[in-house]
């Protein structure tokens, strides 16, 4: 009866020991720094993962992007055609059909103060590009790029191209 | 006897784990300051606040100009007429850097049309540089008349940017007194007061 115990409580051990060690180890083999690519300078990161959709049926799958913080982009509907849009364009899918493309609206960002004040249409934080989608079956990759120009409140950078690849299933 | 080699095993693998995590960790903060020490070389590292402009072009990695000579060029305004800057020798002179598509430059731009009239007495120029990349001179144009400039607009070449060592963000503007130095410098829009002062300094007010 003691003997039984004591295994139980040897295997409980191992088990607490188990639980405390995988933590350390997951931690040190898969830790992450945040963004470290160079797109980083780019001021926008793309972050979706793998999108799950029923394969020959139109699906809506969702590109989440994020401004770093302190910027702005202009949205896909600038007040002034001089500003430029953001828009997102499709380079290559086999095995992929883009059906449409849906932008968020844009927040109303004031730069300048009083009459010299210009209002702009924006996008900060993370922000949400929706494509209407047919996939075949199985792993599939959409390859895109989005354009947008990026500014802080007191300066502009030029214009900049973001490759994205985009990891589609079909099941 | 077996447990203890079982043990023994499991220690060398989390050990072996555990190493290779910290070197792996290891490796990825070097590729990161690689990186940042990269992107402060091109230039091409953003202001780090957001907010207001700076006096001081070398904390966004460019090379300050101020106390040195500007740098001369010859450049086309909108009609194709050519400009240099010696044209303009013995007068304070304002070189802005602008785009089409900078909210910011838009802004400070009709402040450098104001005071180029306010300290039109003293000689001053002002200078507006169109930085935007293979646009054709007349969307220059319509986007330089939305702002309400008068003022000399002037078409890029590539060796501009390189001479006033501009980084990757507008505006940027250099304020020359009449002797050709630099005597101030911005990145970003400051104030209109600044602006102002930075003007004053040039026209040596």
Sequence with gaps: MRQGSGARAQGLGWWVLALVVMPV?????????????????????????????????PEVIELQFRVDEGFHINSHTP??????????????????????????????????????????DVYQGVFRVRLRVVAAKGAQTLAGTLRYQACDNAACFPPRSLPVLVAITGK | MRRIGVLAAMVVLVGLLVWAGVYNLRQRRAAMQRAQIVLVKDGTNPPATSGSGSNDASV???????????????????????????????????????????????????????????????????????QDEDMPRDQVAEGAKKTGVSYPILMPDKSIAKSYALGDYLPQTFYVDKNGTVVEESVGTPSKDEVEANIRKAVGL
């Design chain 2, 60 to 130: 966004f990695g460019g090379e300050s100009l101020k106390g040195k000579i500007a740098p001369g060029f010859t450049l086309v305004d909108l009609s194709g007429k050519k400009v240099s800057l010696a044209d303009f020798k013995g007068h304070p002179v304002v070189i802005n850097f602008w785009a089409t598509y900078c909210g910011p430059c838009r802004l400070e731009m009709p402040w450098f049309q104001e005071f180029s009239g306010k300290y039109q007495p003293q000689g001053l120029i002002v200078l507006g540089v169109d």
């Design chain 1, 25 to 57: 180890i997951a931690w040190a083999q898969g830790i992450s720094l945040g963004d470290t690519s160079a797109v980083k300078k780019g001021h926008v990161v793309f972050l979706s993962e793998e999108s799950v959709v029923e394969a020959g049926k």
């Design chain 1, 79 to 120: 007040p002034d055609a001089l500003l430029i849009a953001t828009s997102f364009k499709v380079d290559s899918g086999d095995g992929v059909k883009v059906l449409g493309e849906e932008y968020p609206k844009g927040a109303a960002f004031r730069l300048g103060q009083g009459a010299d004040a210009e209002l702009l």
